[in-house]
């Protein structure tokens, strides 16, 4: 048994965090073939830290949270009513949240996808209440597509949250004089508030890489870090592996600071940030 | 409760609920509903017809697609099971419980990193190192082997999981119970170790699987693009992007989505199904 | 010793570089009802663990029947373990938890099925016999333990506080079974346990451990009566500490109840009190609550006092009081009086104490060279 950890930690070494030296020592080179080694120097960050990157870089920081921020907004209300209901119906309100998990997410966005297309539904819906602007290859589009393929990733953890609030808290609270804003202010929000930062991590981070959506919805009109990086790694043009690696590890940072910041808010002490583990954990 | 005391809040949240899971699912219906079209065209209503599902049938490019899928996911399931099994004997045994600690992070780092930042770390291995290593031996490491390696790599982070927490509910003590009473090693593993650890293997199974059916990262990236080897969800994106789209792409995403939500909903029943142990009343 | 079971010799133990067990040694005879007992971390676990195999002792020996299994594995050991938590496996039914010792015997499954119904039947869970584990409540899965534990009819059967997670009025209604059970197979039970009345309430001899280290070992009586030292007589029953000087080793004075008793030398009184005949021994007395007497002490009476009533406890059958020392240590002393033959005193009033008992344990101050 002494051993037996030894395949998987190999495993993991050899195509997680060897990649990561290796991309690191990619980035630092200054000419774009794959194959050389040297000259080193950090030309490639600096391209990647100036515009027009460097703009690119921030519209998806910007984008992602402001998108990050909907989808959790949205699925709050739901899961605070889900997680009131009778236990019976509690389960079968929960699995209709977490079944588009289990459905492919390219799929998932291609069917969204038909929608807004110019002859979609959705597009068709709002022309007829006369709001007429084009969805598919717009930003405003790849934005709602956002919202729209993430939104399952926010139910579970917020559930496993919200289920354990108890209900004697709130009364309690309410006996002792307090009013809805002031319940959700003292009671409820510290409760809840590990499930949040989980699930903003879930959300945040894919979505800061995400390729597939503004690909399709934007349809090569739409640039964030994640085409940028694919067309480094596999564009027919002109691919640029260091360039590539330097942006990855620019998305990279931008993720564990974001994630490190979003741990560093929750409440003092241990038991928050270790709850909001526990969570991740779970999912 | 306080809360709900309130039936007009009720009501609103109701709505809220109910709004958007149908903007959920409505998309994903419509699809469906649409690869059942008599029609030339994946968009314009024209009548219930099955000849799309008669076209994908006989559509060799889809099949080899199915066949690349259900092949990926059975060898990368296997890699990722396996790999996660022994990792979790290891990490419930040994003394060393932060080094434990430790490799519990690394092995669901995977879970925690953007995923296209993981398929190009992988594409850069593979191509920089694992591809010239092989054909110095004579082996040709294509995509299928690239992208199988990369799809376990993901799913080891969910199996270890899945089964460490199985592992977790599991109590040591009994083998020394069983040992007392006379049990030898294999025994112990055979009809105490096993019987138990089963749901929890069948689940990391199951969702290895689910994961490798859903992936489109990992095989985009190692696939250059989808060019080299397409995967069911691979064969739909290069579709997707065509000047004529008939009905058909509804028929290969309605397969894809059944066969991937069977594996995902039974992953997870299996994993949240509580094991026996954890019901009993002794003390910890 | 003859006829000695199972002989403990000098066994020491380490764990993770700390001395867990200290140089013990005890012998348990054969079809006694044996019980380790201590306070949770004096290593009465580790070295139950030592007997049943699961862990090797840094030194020291096992004797069985007076042939060494020092370095024998567990499945070779003609004894079996009712563990803690029962370690029951979840996955079996209560039967086949019950045969699994019989299976690994590889027995014939007529033999099988009727020994394990024949255990079943003895802790009266034969009708649940095909239950699965966790539809038990906590009573009856200590006793499917049990009953795989004697199944394989073992000669020694070890139990790790099976008792320790069961309600009290279930504990003591175990405690009985247990000892009739004990009784009926003639087997030997070791049975460790950090819980003195229950450790009375069953055994034959006692081993008290503190620190992993042998306190004292005997019947219940010689434990309560004589303890061996202030731990043991602390741990055991309630204690009274008197401040009192020794003479000799046959005689103390106690300035408190301004009385001299007879004393129960140990060790150190008994050793130091020879060679110097004129100092006096300072140490104390262990006198029980029920060894001492009180009187009502009237306030125009001649007599000073040599105590007050601080508070007093009902308790049925008995009265305790806790009573105050009027001498400059002002410690408390508790006395235990029948209820039946006297009257209630109120907090406050004075009395008098008197020692009922006929000799009394001594214990001398560790002396500060």
């Given at each position: ?283 | ?284 | ?34 019980s380790l007992l201590g306070p949770s971390g004096c290593g009465k676990t580790t070295l139950l663990k030592i007997v049943a195999g699961f862990l090797q002792p840094a030194s020291g020996e096992l004797l069985w029947n007076g042939r060494s299994i020092t370095g024998l594995p567990p499945q070779q050991r003609d004894l079996n373990l009712v563990f803690q938590n ?284």
């Open positions: 048994m002494k051993w037996t950890g030894l395949p998987a930690k190999i495993w993991m070494s050899l195509f997680v965090l060897f990649p990561f030296v290796w991309l690191l020592f990619l980035s630092v080179q200054k000419n774009s073939y794959i194959n050389q080694s040297g000259p080193y120097g950090f030309s490639q960050f600096k391209r990647a830290l100036n515009p027009p990157f460097s703009g690119i870089i921030v519209n998806s920081l910007v984008y992602s949270f402001a998108a990050s921020v909907c989808v959790i907004g949205i699925a709050i209300p739901i899961v605070r009513y889900i997680s009131q209901l009778p236990p019976r119906k509690r389960t079968l309100w929960i699995l209709l949240c977490a079944i588009p998990l289990g459905l492919n997410f390219v799929v998932r966005i291609y069917a969204w996808f038909v929608l807004i297309r110019p002859e979609g539904l959705l597009t068709l819906i709002l022309e007829y209440l006369g709001i007429n602007s084009p969805l598919a290859s717009t930003r405003a589009g790849v934005f709602m597509s956002m919202v729209y393929g993430y939104l399952p990733f926010a139910f579970l953890p917020l559930y496993t949250v919200f289920e354990r609030l108890d209900p004697s808290q709130t009364e309690a609270a309410s006996d002792l004089g307090a009013g809805t804003l002031q319940r959700w202010r003292y009671i409820i929000l510290p409760a809840v508030v590990p499930g949040v930062v989980a699930s903003f991590i879930f959300i945040f981070v894919p979505m800061l890489g995400e390729y597939l959506i503004p690909k399709m919805i934007g349809g090569g009109l739409v640039s964030s870090l994640g085409t940028q990086i694919e067309s480094q790694f596999l564009g027919s043009t002109k691919p640029n592996w260091p360039f590539g690696a330097a942006l990855s590890l620019c998305l990279l940072v931008c993720a564990s600071a974001v994630l490190f910041i979003a741990v560093k808010l929750l409440p003092k002490g241990h038991s928050g940030q270790k709850s909001t583990w526990s969570i991740l954990q779970i999912q | 409760m306080v809360n709900s005391s309130n039936p007009m809040r009720k009501k609103l949240l109701l709505g809220w609920t109910v709004l958007s899971l149908a903007l959920l699912y409505t998309p994903v219906f419509m699809l469906v509903f649409y690869g059942f079209n008599a029609g030339q065209f994946a968009l314009r209503w024209e009548g219930f017809s099955l000849r799309w599902y008669a076209a994908a049938l006989s559509n060799e490019e889809m099949i080899l697609a199915l066949l690349n899928s259900l092949l990926i996911g059975l060898f990368s399931t296997v890699i990722s099971v396996a790999l996660a099994f022994t990792y979790c004997l290891w990490a419930q045994r040994t003394r060393f419980k932060r080094l434990a600690g430790t490799s519990d992070s690394l092995m669901s780092l995977p879970l925690f990193i953007p995923e296209i930042v993981l398929s190009i770390g992988l594409l850069v291995m593979i191509v920089r190192f694992l591809k010239p290593a092989f054909l110095e031996m004579g082996f040709n490491f294509d995509s299928l082997a690239a992208v199988i390696v990369g799809h376990a790599t993901l799913a080891v982070g969910y199996a270890s999981l899945v089964l460490r927490t199985r592992f977790n509910s599991y109590d040591i003590q009994q083998e020394l119970a069983a040992r007392d009473l006379g049990a030898g090693s294999r025994q112990i593993f055979l009809e105490i170790m096993l019987p138990q650890i089963m749901p929890g293997l069948a689940a990391a199974a199951c969702l290895s699987f689910a994961v490798s059916l859903d992936d489109f990262y990992v095989s985009y990236f190692l696939s250059t693009g989808g060019s080299a080897l397409k995967t069911l969800p691979l064969y739909i994106w290069s579709l997707q992007g065509r000047k004529a789209m008939t009905p058909e792409i509804n028929v290969v995403s309605s397969v894809l989505l059944i066969v991937a939500l069977l594996f995902f909903c039974t992953g997870l029943t299996l994993s949240r199904s509580r094991s026996s142990v954890e019901n009993l009343k002794g003390p910890t | 010793m003859n006829g000695s079971l199972l002989s403990v010799r000098n066994i020491s133990a380490d764990l993770a570089n700390r001395a867990v067990l200290q140089n013990l040694s005890f012998d348990v005879a054969d079809g006694e009802f044996f029962y370690a029951l496996f979840p996955h079996m039914n209560v039967f086949d938890n019950v045969a699994f010792g019989l299976r690994m015997k590889k027995l014939p499954p007529a033999e099988i099925s009727e020994r394990a119904h024949e255990a079943l039947e003895l802790v009266r869970m034969k009708p649940f016999a095909q239950r699965r584990i966790n539809e038990l409540s906590g009573g009856q899965q200590q006793r499917v333990a049990l009953a795989r534990a004697v199944a394989p009819r073992p000669k020694l059967v070890l139990l790790d506080e099976p008792l320790g997670a069961l309600d009290l009025q279930l504990r003591k209604q175990m405690q009985i079974e247990l000892k009739s059970l004990q009784r009926q197979l003639g087997m030997t039970f070791i049975y460790v346990t950090h819980d003195q009345e229950e450790a009375f309430a069953m055994s034959d001899r006692i081993a008290i451990l503190n620190q992993g280290r042998l306190e004292q070992e005997g019947s219940p009586e010689i434990l309560y009566k004589e303890p061996a030292s202030r731990f043991v007589a602390r741990f055991i029953g309630n204690a009274n500490f008197l401040n009192a000087a020794a003479a000799d080793g046959l005689k103390a004075n106690c300035p408190a109840l301004q009385t001299d008793v007879e004393i129960i030398p140990f060790a150190k009184a008994a050793a130091t009190a020879q060679p110097n005949q004129t100092a006096l021994t300072q140490g104390v007395l262990l006198v029980r609550p029920e060894q001492l007497e009180l009187s009502p002490c009237p306030p125009e009476s001649t007599v000073r006092a040599n105590g007050e009533v601080l508070m007093r406890q009902y308790l049925g059958a008995q009265i305790r009081y806790f009573v105050r020392l009027q001498d400059d240590s002002d410690s408390q002393v508790a006395v235990d009086v029948h209820s039946s033959e006297h009257s209630l005193l109120e907090n406050g009033s004075k009395v008098n104490l008197f020692i009922r008992a006929q000799r009394i344990p001594f214990y001398a101050d560790v002396q500060t060279p």
